[in-house]
């Protein structure tokens, strides 16, 4: 017995649902879902053109131009891709931009092969606007933000709660001039759906009020939704009060060796090594101004320095020289200013242990 076409969204994404994207591939590249793979019926050539045909000619001549570009041995390597999709997820969907005629047509086409899979009510479109709306009803929702100087792991404390929401980690960016991955930056929708996916799980957990990183507007090249920053500004913040050197202890585990592993994971052991300085060199030259020329200059040789040793012998001792004085004479300073101007909303202050405690009665 057939499935019936999906209009519950919710479920969708709560159960972490395949679904069979049908859009050509630079509509897929500008933005998806997390679980959603590209199977397109057509190609960005293909689409452009009875694009062009549709907009000259009509619907009807574009139709036929479509199965003038798809048909043969085209035809049936497509739908042998979206055979195979629906075999290996009996539970999933397809949907195309809106809903319509890709759709349509790739439904009928696996009918035509055996297979009635269902599609997507209202498509892409309709999944995006329910994500869009998500956020701002979750934005209305109680809120408290976790503050505190670069590497009191604040991050890694919205993670250990269950009511933590991980914007940085929807954003594939840590949000400072260090902070980008090996893996590319998230694009502005796809940061915006595989948060609102966050959102929804943590609903369907059955909570109400969530917390998150005290963030800037902006991560990396990602903007926080508009409806989240502005509930953002009003909310209650704990701030984490952590000494150095247990924070210098935490950046040196995620910038310096997990970033390292990771360069050489992706591009081997000699260039791995050469893009991991890069990395490091590029954030020191992304505060260079505010940090003086002259002062870039010594901390980034004495960073580089670090890395040479630490390729040598596996020595990490080096980088607490060049990540001690940034902490001290630049980025803690700015948290703190950036933090005197909130301070009405501060609530609580506490090492990172009494934070969290705190934090885990208080959002009950």
């Given at each position: 017995m057939?499935?019936?076409n999906?209009?519950?969204?919710?479920?969708?994404?709560?159960?972490?649902?395949?679904l069979?994207?049908?859009?050509?591939?630079?509509?897929?590249?500008?933005g998806?879902?997390?679980t959603?793979v590209?199977?397109?019926?057509?190609?960005?050539s293909?689409r452009?053109?009875?694009?062009t045909c549709?907009k000259?000619?009509?619907?009807e001549?574009?139709?036929?131009?479509?199965?003038?570009l798809?048909?043969?041995?085209?035809?049936?390597?497509?739908?042998?891709?979206?055979?195979?999709?629906?075999?290996?997820?009996p539970n999933?969907y397809l949907?195309?931009?809106?809903?319509?005629l890709?759709?349509?047509?790739?439904?009928?086409w696996l009918?035509?092969a055996?297979i009635?899979?269902?599609?997507?009510?209202g498509?892409?479109?309709?999944?995006r606007?329910?994500?869009?709306?998500?956020?701002?009803?979750?934005?209305?929702q109680?809120?408290?933000?976790?503050?505190?100087?670069?590497?009191?792991?604040?991050?890694?404390?919205?993670?250990?709660?269950?009511?933590?929401?991980?914007?940085?980690?929807?954003?594939?960016?840590?949000?400072?001039s260090?902070?980008?991955?090996?893996?590319?930056?998230?694009?502005?929708?796809?940061?915006?759906?595989?948060?609102?996916?966050e959102?929804?799980?943590?609903?369907?957990?059955?909570?109400?009020h969530?917390?998150?990183?005290?963030?800037?507007r902006?991560?990396?090249?990602?903007?926080?939704?508009?409806a989240?920053n502005?509930?953002m500004?009003?909310?209650?913040?704990?701030?984490?009060?952590?000494?150095?050197?247990?924070?210098?202890?935490?950046?040196?585990?995620d910038?310096?060796?997990?970033?390292?592993?990771?360069?050489?994971?992706?591009?081997?052991?000699?260039?791995?090594?050469?893009n991991f300085?890069e990395?490091?060199a590029?954030?020191?030259f992304?505060?260079r101004?505010?940090?003086g020329?002259?002062?870039?200059?010594?901390l980034?040789?004495v960073?580089?320095?670090?890395?040479?040793?630490?390729?040598n012998?596996?020595?990490l001792a080096?980088h607490?020289?060049?990540?001690?004085?940034?902490?001290?004479?630049?980025?803690?300073?700015?948290?703190?200013y950036?933090l005197?101007?909130?301070a009405?909303?501060?609530?609580?202050?506490?090492?990172?242990?009494?934070?969290?405690?705190?934090l885990i009665?208080?959002?009950?």
């Amino acid at each position: 017995m057939s499935r019936p076409n999906c209009e519950d969204f919710r479920q969708l994404f709560v159960n972490d649902t395949p679904l069979m994207d049908m859009r050509a591939p630079v509509e897929f590249a500008q933005g998806a879902f997390p679980t959603s793979v590209n199977r397109p019926l057509m190609l960005d050539s293909e689409r452009e053109a009875v694009g062009t045909c549709y907009k000259e000619q009509g619907q009807e001549a574009a139709l036929a131009l479509g199965h003038e570009l798809v048909h043969g041995d085209i035809k049936a390597e497509r739908v042998a891709q979206w055979k195979a999709f629906c075999e290996a997820n009996p539970n999933g969907y397809l949907y195309c931009f809106r809903g319509g005629l890709r759709s349509e047509i790739t439904q009928q086409w696996l009918k035509e092969a055996g297979i009635e899979y269902p599609k997507i009510v209202g498509g892409y479109k309709a999944l995006r606007r329910f994500l869009i709306d998500t956020i701002e009803q979750v934005a209305a929702q109680p809120m408290t933000l976790i503050g505190g100087n670069t590497g009191c792991g604040k991050t890694i404390m919205v993670n250990e709660l269950g009511n933590g929401i991980d914007l940085e980690g929807a954003a594939n960016h840590r949000g400072s001039s260090f902070g980008r991955y090996v893996t590319e930056q998230r694009t502005q929708i796809n940061f915006e759906n595989v948060l609102s996916v966050e959102m929804l799980k943590k609903q369907d957990r059955g909570f109400t009020h969530f917390v998150y990183e005290d963030e800037g507007r902006i991560i990396g090249s990602a903007n926080v939704p508009l409806a989240l920053n502005a509930a953002m500004q009003h909310a209650q913040i704990a701030v984490v009060n952590d000494p150095v050197d247990v924070r210098i202890g935490r950046l040196i585990d995620d910038y310096v060796v997990r970033m390292q592993r990771d360069f050489v994971a992706r591009d081997g052991e000699e260039q791995g090594w050469i893009n991991f300085a890069e990395y490091l060199a590029r954030g020191m030259f992304g505060i260079r101004k505010r940090l003086g020329l002259e002062r870039y200059e010594a901390l980034l040789n004495v960073q580089q320095q670090a890395i040479k040793a630490m390729q040598n012998n596996g020595s990490l001792a080096g980088h607490d020289d060049w990540l001690r004085p940034l902490l001290v004479e630049y980025y803690d300073p700015m948290y703190t200013y950036q933090l005197s101007k909130k301070a009405d909303r501060i609530v609580f202050r506490g090492e990172y242990d009494e934070v969290k405690d705190w934090l885990i009665e208080k959002t009950k």
